[in-house]
């Protein structure tokens, strides 16, 4: 038998309806619907989205079991219970008595060696130290003070990415700080 696109959709949906029907007919409806236990609210607190400078406001409940979720604040005037992925995702950033929320979130930073193929756990001294020693070094071996007959001072061997989680203060201080620096090539990720 040859069938249409019309045919195979009259068929199909014949098809459906009578064991719709069927099933109604016995009493069983098609369509159970699933209760979920509600569960109880240990802490709730308002806090502001991270992400970018519409400033949502959100409320992140933890509950009993110790899990936690983010929900758009219905009493902020900027986005009035709603958020964007982004900001319902605030959840996988966020800690619970000092441990992050997700498993998978790094919470110690990790260095991979040129050449090597392994990551190593390191702390935060040694992380911070050998980054302020690479930077300089590499700011006084690409500094230059005149280019054309004009006065310069930078570098052009370093930029600088800022991100959607930098507030405005921070922003404001990582400005002034890369520009003593030399730094000319400061970017921000919400312009790429
Ligand atoms: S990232 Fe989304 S939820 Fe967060 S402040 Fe911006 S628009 Fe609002």
Not at 177 to 192: D, K, P, Q, T
């Amino acid at each position: 038998m040859e069938l249409s696109r019309r045919s195979f959709l009259k068929l199909t949906g014949a098809g459906a309806g009578t064991a719709l029907l069927v099933s109604l007919s016995k009493g069983t409806p098609a369509f159970a619907a699933k209760s979920y236990p509600l569960k109880k609210v240990a802490q709730e607190k308002t806090t502001i989205c991270c992400y970018c400078s519409l400033g949502c406001g959100a409320i992140v409940r933890i509950y009993e079991d110790g899990s936690l979720q983010v929900h758009g604040d219905p009493d902020h005037p900027i986005n009035e219970g709603t958020l964007c992925p982004k900001g319902l995702a605030l959840a996988q950033i966020s800690q619970v008595d000092g441990e992050p929320n997700v498993p998978y979130r790094l919470s110690k930073p990790l260095y991979r060696a040129p050449g090597a193929t392994q990551w190593e756990e390191k702390s935060w001294d040694w992380m911070l130290t050998e980054i302020a020693k690479r930077a300089k070094k590499t700011r006084d071996e690409s500094f230059e003070t005149v280019v054309g007959g004009k006065t310069v001072n930078r570098t052009e061997a370093i930029a600088h990415m800022g991100g959607g989680e930098l507030d405005n203060e921070e922003c404001y201080a990582l400005a002034k700080f890369n520009r003593a620096f030399g730094v000319v090539y400061l970017e921000h990720c919400a312009r790429l």
